[in-house]
């Protein structure tokens, strides 16, 4: 079994509704829930995490900002925020110094990641040194690793080098859109997995109402069938 954070979230940035969206799947046993530094302003993002907080679940920030400066102003917005998890971003020794003493976890980016929509470059072996350097760190987590976003390497090859390298979660984020990858990277060994889009797009099995939608990934996320509730 591996954990699914549905992220409110499509083509990379949260989405407008996200607070009905949210209030929408509270009741469907979901624990883990997360959004992105693009699309939500400061005061969406402290809205968004003190409704989760209520309805239990855990909060997750990713960030996805290209330019140094606005990756650590969206650090700075979460942890004002009050988020449990802030997952993504490339410029780790200043986020850690404005984490330190916060009790916020930090999953930053294995690997080299590009461009907006993020995409993953660098070879399996280098993916998996940098995620075993990263976790060795004071501070860090876990690793949020793009692994369906490299256009070259084998993702489920990857998932597995950095879990065997990561001292810490793997998160496997990014462009998963059907049970048969939530049941191979549960298999890989990944800690958890983001689905956004394609829970928005009604790509999973089922009906393709967002409900409908979560409950099938964590149906999954089981190992258990596909669920039309």
């Known amino acids: 079994m591996s954990e699914f954070i549905f992220m409110l979230t499509h083509h990379d940035r949260t989405v407008d509704n996200a607070l009905e969206v949210l209030e929408q799947v509270k009741d469907t046993g979901l624990r883990h829930i997360g959004f992105k530094d693009v699309g939500a302003s400061p005061e969406r993002q402290r809205e968004l995490t003190e409704a989760a907080h209520e309805a239990g679940m855990t909060v997750y920030l990713e960030v996805v900002s290209v330019a140094a400066e606005d990756e650590l102003r969206s650090v700075e917005a979460a942890i004002n925020a009050g988020v449990d998890w802030i997952v993504g971003g490339k410029y780790v020794d200043q986020a850690l110094e404005r984490l330190e003493g916060t009790g916020i976890k930090f999953a930053p980016f294995p690997g080299t990641v590009v461009g907006h929509p993020s995409v993953l ?13 990263l976790t060795a760190r004071e501070g860090v987590a876990g690793v949020d690793l793009l692994a369906y976003r490299h256009k070259t390497e084998d993702p489920l090859e990857i998932v597995r080098a950095v879990v065997d390298a990561a001292d810490g979660p793997v998160i496997v984020a990014g462009s998963i859109a059907s049970p048969e990858q939530i049941v191979a990277v549960t298999e890989a060994g990944a800690w958890g997995f983001t689905i956004g889009g394609a829970v928005f797009e009604g790509a999973l099995p089922g009906e393709r109402d967002v409900v409908s939608q979560v409950r099938t ?4 996320a089981r190992g258990e069938g596909p669920s039309r509730a």
């Open 217 to 220: 990934a964590l149906a999954a």
């Open 121 to 133: 470059e660098g070879t399996v072996e280098e993916i998996a040194s940098h995620a075993r350097e």
